[in-house]
């Protein structure tokens, strides 16, 4: 199959600008400043949990909405940092440091622009929907179980990565500050009820704006025996926000005896890990906006931005960032149609950024806290849970071993494991799908398709046994096959036909074990005859070699054939042309 440049990277900003309307750019720009407007206390959220800070996370949405925005392959796709890699950064940033995180970033960007050349955009349909489910429920509780400490005010330093350690720390040293539980109880309630009043603010920033002002004017005016100083915000822990920071690398520090390439190897699966999250969530975000504004985004094209914007962005400090589907959502809502709305949406960031920054100080950690519980909140995908649990079956399986090695391990092993199990599941279900039947006395013609209808019975010589594949012929059905052609009796079947015609393609075992039987059974003066092969497995037989091990006459194109080559090598016609 041939692809053009077109096929690998053809951005959609250049596409719809030709015929670009002032009506269009007022539509994008309103959508692009309510998405930036909504992307500020994410992106802060996002950037604190990961183990950054503040600057850093929107420093990401910023230079990688905007890189996704003008270099993407779908119109309304908004990219930034987002929750699912909240997990794997904290842990590469726990093990390896911010200079891990860099290269871990970099090379995952890679392996996306990689994926994208390699025309790998459908790569969403490989991954089944189980594990994205059950790793996604993972990240939520997760990212819950990390707000704990400024929900509550805590105050805690050093809490443990581990999803179990982590728990037991909390209930060791769990001493609530009551102001900032309070910020927090407030926040989370704004959170659930303002989209019953209006959907048009979302509830996240309603919470930051409410929490904010209450907090400062209990900081300015409440009396000091209040104890209204325990309630922590951005400007207490982290330097505030003053620009785009100057590019930089950063040196790695190597542990003793290490060398860089070493290093690398290690941060490979966290990479992989990266990168995977970074497509499926991107690719899955932009299919979802397909559907909504009628459009059809091209996959490669998406993959290539995602990488760039992930090679770029660490060298500005920035984190990991894919598509994100709420964000995206909200720009579709309030009329977002073009690229031009991300730009929008970048630019106001831009701007938060550089004139808003002691405001942004300002903002409660415990409030960020109640944000995040909701984003947990809504990741979870507890009624897809829920749907599953009544009907178990496997795929249930699936996605509860995927969702418990996400929280107790991590996102690596979730997704490796998940994928691998899916895979074996799979294949068994394809194996019992694929039947195996015997006929030794009639065949009735008019249940199948590869014979002529309205016929008698087919009768089976005597000393004849055919067998009919029903199914794929790969490696779960070709031992099982096998078993049962050795214990057949060469004496009482001589010859034995092999019905191929529901046969769709046939693997690398099937055509070694297929081989091996013809080499046995030359041996012990058993004919093997082929009916109903089709042609692409025919192609695949030739190139196996199977055809030079057999009299190509007992290749026949169906049963009738096939049964009249059995009557004519059991009467001593071998050279018969069926």
């Not at 099982?480 to 046939?506: A, C, G, L, N, Q």
Request: hydrophobic share 50%; net charge negative.
């Amino acid at each position: 199959m041939q692809y053009s440049l077109k096929d690998v990277f053809s951005p959609k900003l250049f596409q719809t600008l030709r015929g670009y309307t002032k009506a269009q750019f007022g539509q994008d720009a309103l959508a692009g400043i309510i998405v930036g407007i909504v992307a500020i206390p994410l992106a802060i959220a996002f950037g604190i949990s990961s183990g950054v800070g503040p600057t850093e996370g929107l420093v990401t949405a910023i230079i990688a909405g905007l890189l996704i925005s003008v270099f993407g392959g779908s119109k309304v796709q908004i990219g930034g940092p987002t929750g699912a890699f909240i997990v794997i950064i904290y842990g590469i940033i726990q093990q390896f440091g911010l200079s891990g995180l860099m290269i871990a970033t970099v090379m995952a960007g890679i392996l996306l622009v990689l994926m994208g050349v390699a025309h790998l955009g459908s790569v969403i349909k490989f991954v089944p929907y189980p594990v994205i489910v059950g790793f996604t429920a993972g990240i939520a509780l997760t990212i819950f179980s990390t707000q704990m400490n400024d929900f509550f005010g805590l105050g805690l330093s050093n809490v443990p990565a581990n999803f179990i350690d982590k728990w037991i720390y909390y209930f060791q040293h769990f001493e609530v500050q009551w102001w900032a539980f309070g910020v927090g109880l407030f926040s989370l309630l704004v959170c659930i009820f303002m989209p019953k009043i209006t959907k048009r603010i979302p509830g996240s920033l309603a919470a930051i704006i409410c929490a904010t002002f209450v907090v400062w004017l209990l900081k300015n005016y409440a009396p000091e025996s209040w104890g209204v100083a325990g309630i922590q915000t951005i400007s207490d822990l982290y330097e505030l926000p003053h620009g785009i920071p100057a590019p930089h690398v950063p040196e790695l520090e190597l542990a003793e005896g290490e060398t860089f390439f070493t290093t690398v190897q290690k941060l490979f699966p966290s990479a992989f890990t990266i990168a995977m999250l970074g497509a499926i969530e991107s690719l899955l975000s932009a299919m979802v906006a397909d559907g909504v504004i009628g459009d059809k985004h091209n996959s490669n094209t998406e993959l290539i931005a995602q990488g760039v914007a992930n090679v770029v962005v660490p060298f500005f400090g920035g984190i990991p960032a894919t598509g994100a589907i709420a964000r995206t959502m909200t720009n579709i809502n309030n009329g977002g149609r073009t690229p031009v709305a991300g730009v929008v949406h970048a630019v106001v960031l831009l701007l938060v950024l550089l004139f808003l920054g002691q405001l942004v100080g300002m903002i409660p950690m415990s409030c960020l806290a109640a944000v995040l519980i909701m984003v947990a909140y809504s990741m979870s995908g507890w009624k897809t849970i829920a749907g599953l649990v009544k009907h178990p079956n496997r795929d249930l399986w699936v996605l509860l071993i995927t969702f418990f090695l996400t929280v107790i391990f991590d996102l690596t092993v979730a997704i490796e494991v998940g994928i691998l199990l899916a895979l074996v599941l799979f294949l068994m279900r394809t194996s019992e799908e694929t039947h195996i039947r015997t006929f030794h006395d009639e065949i009735d013609p008019n249940e199948d398709t590869d014979v002529q209808s309205n016929l008698e019975h087919l009768t089976i010589p005597a000393g004849v046994e055919v067998y009919e594949i029903d199914g794929p012929y790969f490696f779960g059905i070709a031992n099982r096959f096998d078993d049962i052609m050795t214990h057949v009796s060469s004496e009482k079947y001589p010859i034995r036909i092999i019905r191929m015609r529901k046969v769709p393609f046939v693997d690398s075992t099937a055509m070694h074990n297929l081989s091996m039987l013809i080499q046995r059974s030359h041996k012990e003066g058993i004919t093997i005859i082929l009916s109903g092969v089709n042609d692409h497995v025919h192609k695949q037989l030739m190139g196996g070699g199977i055809e030079q091990q057999m009299d190509p006459h007992n290749i026949c194109s169906n049963i009738h054939f096939a049964l009249r080559r059995a009557e004519d090598i059991l009467a001593g016609k071998t050279n018969s042309p069926y």
